[in-house]
């Protein structure tokens, strides 16, 4: 777009000579206002709706800092701790360390077996989950929870929303 | 044997796409028309080959040989026919392969549909969509092959998976397969990945003819377009479908009373779409005006970079997401393939920019041609948004060393301006000339359907603002009426003059209408179709009502002013080895009994897994949902349910089938197309132009 080639275009000769690129301006003005706007609505939804991702362990490690923020934690759901009381549909268990790398899956030979590890590791960093909600399907031992909420003080985690994977189901299990 | 004969498909359709993208563009290059036949009956050879080995794996699938890993993977014994043929694409391996077929068969189509027609493009458009097929079929052989065979090694007891048999094993059988994921047993899931498939495969077709363009210098003409618009139509097409049904899918199976959770999978399928849209668009410029055609490069580019980042999120489940796919090796071949085609594309465009000089400036701001690239903007921010959400973790991750996401709040917060202002462009651009608008002119266009929908807001307002006081809701609202108005009227001019010119009735005058002018009517019928669907947004956003509990026989749940009285709960076997538990329960409205609903959970044993099947009562205006969550499994004399009210849903699906529908309309081929050619601007534009560059 170099502005030789508008003075040397016969139809701007024949118009005055300022007008395509005055004309020109306006355009690159106004598509630039659009496009500062779209960014400026998403830099600023980011800001206002991003929340850690993350594992128990991490969570913990920031300790009163995250207390009543917004953040979403996952972990290994461990078998025994699941309670549910239908009539009040509250929902209570406890979820285990399991690291998300890549890496760390690889070495525990996929994320059902790192799942399983983390429930029997009694190392592992625990949190004790509260959930107001039916008991979802897939809510069994070794599941993976994926939990977005808050953390009380108490240490309690208050999930508002809750995904569970239980990856044998989706990977190809053991054929036998 | 039989799947040695399938391996060897596949690997011959492999050699045999390397060969032709290699040779295509050595006979090119050399100007040797021998070797460019030749690459071309190779690129032919490879669709029967691909069709061989895609037939082989279905009759493992029908007939369950469960010596292959991926029969064993993905079907059963207790699964219909039928619905072992649609295992084809239920797993990892069977899809990659379908895409290649796929592939491999719009190649075949195009090539022989277009040869004599675009002979020089030709050449380099073998070899783009061979080259991508080449690393398709070469997942399928090296990666994720669907021919590899269960193998069983006394020594450690392992059960292994490999296309040649690893020493000191011996074959293995299995007794029964996992069967298809009982989730995905469901129309919308069995067409939604062979639509999305062909969406996604489709847009290869304009991207090889725009790369193909670039590479002879001829993409500042509009042949490129012209050929592929009807395939981008039908790609597009295929895109909404497979959108479409996926909603459906989500909102019939997932349970959870909505259709869009705006995860990762489904982001992926949503950013081709927007920018084929914005394709779709912006070409009719360049059509018309002979303008924006790096615009129209870029956007192709982008779609089918986007197509390909589709594929590589849902196959390779690099991006967490609560869909059922499974992480593969695929993921780093994919990445260097998916950047190598963006990257290399653009690069090509930019040496290729002289030939890319537009042939007009824009005039005004009040054209259709700025409304056009306003709408392009628009679009390419959605984009932007849903891309940035949707990698945002990944990214962060590797910024911060923390992984931050953003949920459904931040997609809905920044598309929902972003959306309405096109809703509103879709309304008022049509009516807008091409160069210059006059004010006055479309001011009295625009009067009767602004005075109609402020009519129509102003009556919501006074109905339901005490119970559901929602400024945006109201403004929704009127912007759907708004454009919904414009876009009959203008139906409703079209026929008018015909009835005054012709003398034809309302009906025939309407008939010819759409007939005549069919990507024009037809587009109006889609832009029809989401305004239905923005209506059903609305109400799904702002009125929808759920509540939840557990009840004894007998006893009530209410929901605005519903009832869902419990009768009973039974428990019985059904086909396809499900053990299935039914409850029993009344609806009432306003005391009033309707209808007796059904809701069920489907407890599958092979796989382990339930399925929540709701039950529905619906209307036009809205939707009772109603899920049976949990019971009382010892005495079943309770039941928990979760009830949704989802107001107005029902005008998503009846504005997905209207698109549809008007895609069709404005894809199909009509006599008048060929006759009158679609750039009726463009002659006054003096050539050769060395008007500068406007795009």
Known sequence: MSSNDIVESPRSTTNTLHRPRHARMKFIVGGALILGAVVYLIAT???????????????RGRGSTVVGKNVRVSGAVMGESIQYDAQALELT??????????????????LAQALA??????????????????KPDLMRPEAQAIMDGQLREDGTFHADTLLLKCPTRYESGPRS | MLYDLGYFALLISFLLAIYAAGVAVFGAQSQRMPFVESARNAALLVFPLLTLAVLIVVYGLVTLDFNQAYVADVSSRAMSPFLRVTALWGGQQGSVLFWGWMMSGFAATVMIRKWQRDRELMPYVIFVIMGTLAFFVGLSLFITNPFARLWHDPATGEIIAAVFQPVGTMPFISQDGQGLNPLLRHFGMIGHPPTTYIGFTGFVIPYAFAIAALITGKAGEDEWIRTTRRWTLVAWLFLSIGLVLGGRWAYDVLGWGGYWGWDPVENAMLMPWLTGTAFLHSMMIQEKRGMLKVWNIVLIILTYSLSLFGTFITRTGVIGSVHAFSKSAMGPSFLIFVSVTFLGSLLLMFKRLGTLKAEHELDSF?????????????FLGITFAVFWGTTFPMISELVTGTKITVGPPFFKKVTGPLFAALVLLMGIAPLFAWRKQAVAKLGRALLIPFIGSVVVMVGATLVHWPQHPYPFALFGLWLVSFVALTTLLEFWRGALARMHSQGENFLAALGHLLSRNRRRYGGYIIHLGVVMMALGVVGDE??????????????????????????????????D????VEATAKLYRDGEYILTLQPRRDFFITQQQPVTVPAVYSTPGEDVY???????????????????VNPLINWVWAGGLTFIMGTLIAAWTSLEDKRTASYVLRPEAPRPSPAPVGG
């Open chain 1, 93 to 110: 268990f406890t979820v285990a360390q399991v690291s998300d790398s890549p890496e760390s899956l690889q070495a525990a030979g996929g």
């Open chain 1, 45 to 59: 939804t980011t800001l206002s709706t991003a929340q850690y991702y993350l594992t128990v362990e991490e969570l």
């Open chain 2, 577 to 580: 080895g499900r053990e299935i």
């Open chain 2, 626 to 644: 109603v899920l049976l969550v949990g019971w009382n499994e010892i005495s079943l004399d309770s039941s928990t349910f979760k009830i949704y």
């Open chain 1, 117 to 134: 590890q983390a429930v029997r590791n009694p190392q592992a960093a625990r949190l004790n989950v509260h959930y107001l909600g039916p």
């Open chain 2, 542 to 575: 702002f009125f929808k009502a759920e509540t939840q509990g557990t009840v004894g026989v007998g006893q009530s749940l209410a929901v605005e002013n519903y009832t869902l009285t419990f009768e009973n709960l039974r428990v019985y076997p059904g086909s």
């Open chain 2, 366 to 378: 009040l054209s259709r041609e700025s409304l056009f690239l306003l709408q392009n903007l628009l």
